[in-house]
Nanobody, 113 residues
């Protein structure tokens, strides 16, 4: 069964940076040909899309993170990254990695003002 392992969350001051990682195991060789995504869910809110990346590296971002976040992938490591810069308190949420049909356990990002 496919497993996703996320890391990189934590507490950071506004204006700071964090890098999230999500490594996919037991996906076989198809990791390199499927899209990956990062979503987030803030307390009391619905889960929302943050960014997605295709197998070719084309990325789409939520308007709220454009210019601040960068999604990337390393197919040799079966890992997708989310570089988050200029963090704001409103970025505080649990961040989830998505592989088609599967979710990671989530990693908490807390941005203090």
């Amino acid at each position: 069964q496919v497993q996703l392992e996320e890391s990189g969350g934590g507490l950071v001051q506004a204006g700071g940076s964090l890098r999230l990682s999500c490594t996919v195991s037991r996906s076989g060789s198809i990791f390199s040909i499927v899209p990956m995504g990062w979503f987030r869910q803030a307390p009391g809110k619905q889960r929302e899309l943050v960014a997605t990346i295709t197998d070719r590296g084309d990325a789409i971002y939520a308007d709220s993170v454009k210019g601040r976040f960068t999604i990337s992938r390393d197919n040799t490591k079966r890992t997708v990254y989310l570089q988050m810069n200029s963090l704001k308190p409103e970025d505080t949420a649990v961040y989830y990695c998505n592989y088609p049909g599967h979710w990671g356990q989530g990693t908490l990002v807390t941005v203090s003002s």
